[in-house]
């Protein structure tokens, strides 16, 4: 006995439901729902000078540390599968955007709230600190003091209540 093939002619996406993601043609960021843009999303409150804005290079240095960051992160077997599918370019932009507020760099950060951007991640613990050591490595490269590291990094880690979600 001898199974009928499909027709030819059936769109299985659209049968299925399922919807081919589009890029803005200007950002490269894949469009999302609509939600109020709120330095507040930012997770915590920003340091009350530019002084430690200029040990991680001002604009330039805290965008490398930002996208280094997440490139490391792509790299590393521990959480590059909570990279795959994800909006890297978006991701990019709104973690440089978090970075340089929390510096008080003269940034606005347009991104989602930690809890809404990170609910559906299954974020653990040790996710966590893998992204962490990648952000240390990517400091380091960008020759970020030590002490001054561990200042941003006490400013970031009260936000791992609102990331970690298992």
């Known amino acids: 006995m001898l199974q009928e093939s499909p027709a030819s002619n059936i769109d299985w996406d659209k049968e299925f439901g ?3 993601k589009v890029r803005d043609p200007l950002t490269g960021e894949f469009p999302i ?3 109020a843009p709120d330095n507040a999303n930012a997770g915590a409150e920003p340091f009350d000078n530019a002084k430690m804005a200029s040990y991680f290079g001002g604009h330039e ?3 490398k540390i930002a996208e280094r960051t997440v490139e490391l992160s792509e790299q ?4 590059s599968a909570i ?9 990019k932009r709104t973690l440089f955007e978090q970075f340089c507020y929390l510096l008080d760099a003269g940034c606005d950060y347009s991104g989602r709230d930690m809890i809404t951007a990170h ?7 040790a996710d ?10 990517a400091m380091r490269e960008e020759r970020v003091p030590f002490a001054v590291q561990n200042r941003f990094l006490a400013k970031l880690a009260p936000m791992s209540k609102d990331v970690v979600t298992r």
């Open 18 to 20: 399922v919807e081919e």
């Open 33 to 35: 729902e609509p939600f």
């Open 61 to 63: 240095g805290i965008r």
């Open 76 to 79: 590393d077997p521990r959480i």
């Open 83 to 91: 990279f795959v599918a994800r909006d890297t370019v978006r991701l």
């Open 119 to 125: 609910a559906d991640l299954g974020v653990k613990m």
């Open 128 to 137: 966590l600190n893998a992204l962490v050591e990648n952000l240390q490595k």
